[in-house]
């Protein structure tokens, strides 16, 4: 890939990671002092990626700047996870790259919490590997213990908590709209499956 394949492919790296984020173009100028018209046509492609721009991009999503300009890899095969905290729970980023199926390792702390259900864009498949997860999805309240798995449509209003104030360890595969963990006849209904895995 030469240099200008690489550059050609930064404006949609950065849009779907800004999306993944769920990060406004405002939002983003905001925090990084970048004008939000410049951010528009970097990810566009009408605006050439230059250091002075992605340097505030990449402290801002927390990412190596080598991620947001797909370098090749050094030939170290050690994988450098950074955690992400947010809404009280820690995130642990399995996939390098924007777009697509993205994979996480999900911490959820030990405490018992009132469901906050939100909604967004896209399709969830999750795995619990430790404790009790309590799962709720639209009017469905679940609990799901260690080596079950569901799968959901974000779009319907969807909370993850522990359900018995443990810590509780969980795989999930998160797919944009669209994109499924599993591609299976029935229509979606939004309703989470679960599956076990004895």
Same mark, same amino acid.
Do not use: C
């Given at each position: 890939m030469d240099h200008d394949d690489v550059l050609d492919a930064v404006g949609p790296r950065l849009r779907a990671l800004r999306r993944e984020r769920g990060i406004t173009l405002a939002d983003l100028a905001a925090t990084t002092g970048v004008s939000e018209s410049t951010l528009s046509r970097l990810e566009s492609g009408l605006r050439r990626a230059t250091l002075e721009l992605l340097l505030p991009l990449a402290r801002t999503y927390d990412?190596? %700047?080598?991620?947001?300009? @797909? *370098?090749? =890899?050094?030939?170290? $095969?050690?994988?450098? %996870?950074?955690p992400i905290h947010r809404f009280g729970m820690t995130f642990v980023p399995l996939s390098r790259r924007p777009g697509g199926v993205q994979a996480f390792k999900m911490i959820i702390?030990? &405490?018992?919490? &009132?469901? #906050?259900?939100? #909604?967004?864009?896209?399709? &969830?498949? %999750?795995?619990? +590997?430790?404790?009790? %997860?309590r799962l709720v999805v639209? &009017?469905?309240?679940? !609990?799901?213990p260690p080596g079950e798995a *569901? /799968? +959901?449509d974000t779009s319907v209003p969807h909370w993850l908590g522990s359900a018995d104030g443990g810590v509780v360890e969980l795989l999930i595969l998160f797919? $944009?709209?669209?994109?499924?963990?599993? !591609?299976? *006849? /029935? @229509?979606? #209904? @939004?309703?989470?499956? =679960? *599956?076990?895995?004895?």
């Open positions: 990412v190596p %700047l080598d991620d947001l300009v @797909g *370098a090749p =890899r050094t030939g170290d $095969p050690r994988i450098h %996870l950074k702390p030990a &405490e018992l919490r &009132e469901p #906050t259900p939100q #909604t967004h864009d896209g399709s &969830e498949w %999750l795995y619990v +590997f430790n404790g009790h %997860l639209g &009017e469905r309240d679940l !609990v799901l *569901a /799968e +959901f797919g $944009p709209q669209g994109t499924r963990a599993h !591609v299976r *006849a /029935e @229509g979606n #209904t @939004g309703r989470p499956r =679960r *599956a076990d895995h004895g």
